[in-house]
């Protein structure tokens, strides 16, 4: 599913270069849960955000189902990101003057269904994950567990073909890590793909293929 070549990622900080990551080649396979791993600094989340489009590398190609994200123009991105790729992130994000439902939402403007239908999609999302009480309270009355699980209820909205997730687990307890990998493992068996990174062994050993990042991002290896 992607194919990554070459790539190179460096951040100028002040008048020096910060190398980030260099030369990695690897592939991932779709319909599989890809667990990033690596020490901490050796670029996994970058990693993670050049995968999504979210940013790009100096050099590298990139090959999503055979297109290359260097080659498509800003806008060609942006719908992809929006119709192809869900984020989990390792604090979960919300607006808490909205509603778990309005934040379950959020990127419903992007969609070309009904906001109608959106709706209705939404609120069974949020039942799958047991927060079907919780629909119209503010984010900020949940749980860190419940946040996180309204967080993959945002990330499926749109039916993406990939969830990216950094460290989705790291603020939980075991039972709602658990329970959040249940959710990814069953998306992966109607076909969806993850691509996570994870410091968590717990989390890891949901993985299909554990790709490990070297120090200062020199390597990539499967383990
Ligand atoms: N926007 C940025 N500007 C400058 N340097 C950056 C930027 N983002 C990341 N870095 C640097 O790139 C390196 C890799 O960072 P990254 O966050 O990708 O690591 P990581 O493997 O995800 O680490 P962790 O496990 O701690 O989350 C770090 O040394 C970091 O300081
Ligand atoms: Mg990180």
């Given amino acids: 599913m992607f194919k990554v070549t070459g790539l190179c990622k460096q951040f100028v900080v002040g008048v020096g270069v910060h190398q980030v990551l260099s030369n990695l080649s690897f592939s991932i396979d779709s319909a599989k ?9 050796a670029g996994k989340s970058t990693l993670l955000s050049i995968l999504c489009g979210l940013e790009s590398p100096e050099s590298g190609v990139i090959n999503y189902l ?7 123009k800003a806008e060609e991105l942006a719908k992809l990101r ?13 607006l808490p003057y909205k509603t778990v439902l309005e934040n379950v939402l959020l990127a419903g403007s992007y969609a070309e269904e009904s906001m109608d239908n959106l709706k209705a999609y939404a609120s069974d999302l949020l ?39 950094d460290e989705p687990t790291a603020s939980l307890d075991e039972e709602n890590s658990t329970n959040l990998l249940t959710l990814l ?27 490990e990042v070297g120090p200062k991002g020199k390597s990539i290896n499967e383990l």
């Fill in 82 to 94: 929006n119709k192809e790729f869900g984020f989990i992130f390792q604090t979960p994000f919300y």
């Fill in 127 to 165: 039942v799958t994950v047991g927060l079907s009480e919780h629909m119209h309270k503010s984010p900020a009355l949940l749980s860190g567990g419940e946040q996180q699980r309204m967080a993959f209820a945002r990330a499926m909205l749109l039916k993406p073909n990939v969830i990216f997730a």
């Fill in 33 to 41: 849960i890809t667990a990033i791993v690596g020490p901490s600094g």
């Fill in 185 to 211: 493992s069953e998306q992966v068996k109607l076909g969806r793909s993850v691509v996570l990174v994870s410091h968590d062994k717990e989390a890891i050993q949901w993985a299909d293929t554990i790709l």
């Fill in 66 to 72: 055979g297109r290359s994200l260097g080659d498509m």
